[in-house]
C-alpha cells in the first residue's frame, strides 16, 4: 500500500468554487485594475510586473495604458499569465484585508486540511494564481485562516501545470519522493501530467459532476470520500 506522506492541492474546482474565481475574484480585479495601476506603477514591484507583462506580449516599447488594456485582455481570456497573477493578487489583497470578500471554500475542506495535517501528513499548495494570491485566499478563507496548515505554494514559476516537469520540481522542492505524494485537482491534464511525475493523483469532481465507471485517475466526489 501506498504510504502518502505530502498532498499538493489545486484550489479552483478542489478547494473551492470555480464561480467564486470567476464571479467575485476576476471581475473585481477587472474593476480596478486600470486605477490601481495607475495610483502604483511607480512602485519597484510593480513597475516589474508590468515590465514582464510586456515582455510577455512581445512589446517592446508600451505605454501604460497599453499594458493595461493587454492587462484586461487576459484577464477576459483567463491567460494563465504569471505577470497578470501577481497584479491580480495586489488588488486582491486591499479586498481581502478590507473585508469585501471571503474565499469560498467547500464545506468539508477546512475540517479535512485540518485532520490531515494533524495526521503528520504535510500540506502545500499548487494554483496557477501567485503565490501571494494563494496565501491570501487561504488566510482570508469562510473557513477561517488555514495558512497554519500549508508548508509551502508554488505558482505558475515553477512551470505550467500541465507539464510534467513541474511536479518533478515539487517533489524536487518538498525533498519528497514522488510516490508518496498525492496531488488533487479537477483538471484531469494536470493529474496525467504528475502521475507522469510518479506523484499518486486524487481527481476532484464534485457535484453535479458524475464519476465515471472507469475514471483515468481515483475519482472523489469531496475531500471527505479521500482515504489514504
Known amino acids: ?17 470555480i464561480s467564486f474565481v470567476k464571479d467575485v475574484l476576476f471581475p473585481y480585479a477587472r474593476k480596478r485594475l486600470p486605477a ?40 477576459d481570456e483567463d491567460r494563465k499569465s504569471t505577470a497578470l497573477k501577481a497584479l491580480q493578487g495586489m488588488i486582491w489583497k486591499d479586498g481581502y484585508e478590507g473585508g469585501d470578500f471571503r474565499a469560498h471554500m467547500y464545506p468539508e475542506v477546512g475540517a479535512k486540511l485540518h485532520a490531515w495535517r494533524a495526521d503528520g501528513l504535510h500540506l502545500y499548495v499548487y494554483s496557477s494564481g501567485s503565490v501571494p494570491a494563494q496565501k491570501l485566499f487561504f ?23 500541465r507539464e510534467k516537469n513541474a511536479y518533478e520540481k515539487i517533489a524536487a522542492a518538498i525533498d519528497e519522493q514522488p510516490g508518496h505524494i498525492l496531488f488533487l485537482s479537477d483538471i484531469v491534464e494536470e493529474l496525467d501530467a504528475a502521475k507522469a511525475a510518479g506523484l499518486c493523483t486524487g481527481w476532484l469532481l464534485r457535484a453535479p459532476l458524475p464519476i465515471p465507471d472507469a475514471p483515468r485517475h481515483p475519482a472523489y466526489a469531496d475531500f471527505d470520500a479521500i482515504v489514504l
Open 36 to 75: 490601481y495601476v495607475e495610483t502604483h506603477g511607480d512602485t519597484p514591484e510593480v513597475q516589474h510586473w508590468l515590465h514582464e507583462a510586456a515582455k510577455e506580449a512581445g512589446i517592446v516599447e508600451a505605454s501604460r495604458q497599453e499594458v493595461i488594456e493587454l492587462l484586461l485582455r487576459w484577464i
Open 139 to 161: 488566510r482570508y478563507s469562510e473557513a477561517g485562516d488555514l495558512t497554519p496548515l500549508f508548508s509551502g505554494y508554488f505558482d505558475t514559476e515553477t512551470g505550467p501545470k
Open 1 to 17: 500500500m501506498t504510504v502518502i506522506r505530502a498532498i499538493v492541492t489545486d484550489i479552483e474546482g478542489t478547494t473551492s468554487s
